[in-house]
């Protein structure tokens, strides 16, 4: 593989289940990534069909879809259509052959995907879709939907902190990379305020601005974990075979005034 560098452009993309999952727990990095002058993608692999107490599925479709392209918008994302209705986001060939076409067309030097370890089966399908279509950039043989060439270069995959904080069994999750995105967080903020139809729906179930302030309560609680940051977004970053050079980095890299790694996670690895 050669590495990152002979590429022609920085490329970073974030995967999510859902719209709103990137603006939750990855936009405020994706903007720093900009901001470093990379060129961003979001793509939400599922269409929000079941984000709903009030409208039938093609109109909450065509809705999320809106404000999804209202959020890429304002941080000056390239956003890709989703693949599944919500809850129909499975690891089979299929789908696979899918966002491996999407992986290759845009070659991401740095992939943004949720944890492996959420409380949400779609949310684990969304990261692991996306993984292994990130190592499958390559193979010649895997075919995909639609044909794409293979793609040799090298990418780094982080993934994201679960919603909540915690795995499904209830264990703290750490991160082992910290972002302070206190910066853009205003932007972030606004990100998430384009999805009005699940604000709407949580806040008149749970409160005034319960679905804002729920996503600056994250980013605070890591922040407070990074014992540095105010309000940061936690990585960890994914194992590099089969994806690029033992011990690259290009997130600390690129991000280094606003980030923090943890060492004490890192030698806790062995």
Same mark, same amino acid.
């Given at each position: 593989?050669?590495?990152?560098?002979?590429?022609?452009? +920085?490329?970073?993309m974030?995967?999510?289940?859902?719209p709103?999952? *990137?603006?939750?727990?990855?936009a405020? &990095? %994706?903007?720093? +990534?900009?901001?470093a002058?990379?060129? *961003?993608?979001?793509?939400n #692999?599922?269409?929000?069909?079941?984000?709903?107490?009030?409208?039938?599925?093609?109109e909450? @479709?065509? *809705?999320?879809?809106?404000?999804?392209?209202?959020?890429?918008?304002l941080?000056?994302?390239?956003?890709?259509?989703?693949l599944a209705d919500?809850?129909?986001?499975?690891?089979?060939?299929?789908l696979?052959?899918?966002?491996?076409?999407? @992986?290759?067309?845009v070659?991401p &030097? *740095? %992939?943004?995907?949720?944890?492996p370890?959420?409380?949400?089966?779609?949310?684990?399908n969304a990261?692991? #879709?996306?993984?292994t279509?990130?190592?499958v950039?390559?193979?010649?043989?895997?075919?995909t939907?639609?044909p794409?060439?293979?793609?040799?270069g090298?990418?780094a995959?982080?993934?994201?902190m679960?919603?909540?904080?915690?795995? $499904?069994?209830?264990?703290?999750?750490?991160?082992?990379?910290?972002?302070?995105?206190s910066g853009?967080?205003? &932007?972030k903020r606004?990100? #998430?305020?384009?999805?009005?139809?699940?604000?709407e729906?949580?806040?008149?179930?749970?409160? #005034?601005?319960?679905?804002?302030?729920?996503?600056e309560?994250?980013?605070r609680?890591?922040g407070?974990?990074?014992?540095?940051f105010?309000?940061?977004?936690?990585?960890?970053?994914?194992?590099?075979?089969g994806?690029?050079p033992?011990?690259?980095? $290009?997130?600390?890299?690129?991000?280094? $005034?606003?980030c923090?790694?943890?060492?004490?996670?890192?030698?806790?690895?062995?």
């Amino acid at each position: 593989m050669r590495h990152a560098g002979a590429q022609d452009a +920085l490329v970073a993309m974030a995967v999510g289940a859902h719209p709103d999952d *990137i603006e939750f727990l990855m936009a405020g &990095t %994706l903007l720093l +990534l900009k901001k470093a002058g990379a060129e *961003i993608h979001m793509w939400n #692999l599922a269409n929000g069909s079941c984000g709903t107490t009030v409208y039938d599925r093609e109109e909450v @479709i065509r *809705i999320r879809g809106r404000e999804a392209r209202d959020s890429a918008g304002l941080a000056g994302a390239q956003i890709h259509e989703p693949l599944a209705d919500d809850l129909a986001l499975f690891y089979e060939p299929r789908l696979l052959a899918r966002v491996a076409a999407g @992986i290759r067309q845009v070659k991401p &030097t *740095i %992939l943004l995907v949720p944890s492996p370890d959420d409380y949400m089966e779609d949310h684990q399908n969304a990261a692991r #879709l996306a993984v292994t279509a990130a190592f499958v950039r390559g193979m010649r043989n895997f075919a995909t939907d639609p044909p794409a060439g293979p793609w040799s270069g090298d990418v780094a995959v982080y993934h994201a902190m679960p919603n909540g904080l915690r795995d $499904p069994l209830r264990s703290t999750v750490r991160a082992g990379l910290y972002v302070d995105v206190s910066g853009v967080h205003d &932007t972030k903020r606004r990100m #998430l305020s384009q999805h009005r139809s699940q604000k709407e729906w949580l806040d008149a179930s749970q409160g #005034l601005d319960a679905y804002l302030n729920e996503m600056e309560a994250m980013s605070r609680a890591v922040g407070r974990m990074s014992g540095r940051f105010e309000l940061a977004e936690g990585w960890r970053r994914r194992l590099h075979l089969g994806f690029g050079p033992p011990g690259w980095d $290009p997130l600390a890299e690129l991000l280094a $005034p606003f980030c923090l790694v943890d060492r004490a996670y890192e030698d806790g690895l062995g």
